[in-house]
């Protein structure tokens, strides 16, 4: 998912980033991984999208063994595309698990930016 977010680069338009302290066991990793699916699940579901128009927006939420890059600035495509490159990178040996979630569902649709800082306020303008 990260080599197909790259290749769309030049239409990004907002970023967004989180990270949950590491855990200190396998079932806090486990609780703290469901508890930002479930949370981008239920932000992504019944997102008001307009066919044809608008933006689309697209979550990767990740549980690894190891610690990932991170970013310093929201609003910093260079930071934005290291990070990705590094997600690209992973090996199926550090990875636990995986989710992408897209919002709106509705294909062909998309999100106002006014709705999109709404539904998902971590979100940054790029330059």
Do not use: C, H, I
């Amino acid at each position: 998912m990260a080599n197909a977010l790259l290749a769309v680069q030049p239409q990004w338009k907002l970023f967004g980033y989180g990270e949950r302290e590491p855990a200190v066991n396998n079932a806090a990793l486990e609780q703290s991984y469901r508890a930002a699916v479930d949370d981008f699940r239920l932000r992504a579901q019944g997102a008001p999208g307009t066919p044809g128009e608008g933006l689309v927006v697209v979550a990767l939420v990740l549980a690894t063994r190891a610690p990932l890059q991170g970013v310093s600035r929201l609003d910093d495509v260079t930071q934005v595309r290291a990070l990705l490159e590094d997600r690209a990178r992973l090996l199926s040996s550090v990875l636990l698990g995986a989710e992408v979630f897209w919002a709106p569902e509705l294909k062909g649709a998309g999100l106002s930016e006014a709705t999109v800082m709404v539904r998902f306020p971590e979100m940054q303008r790029l330059p």
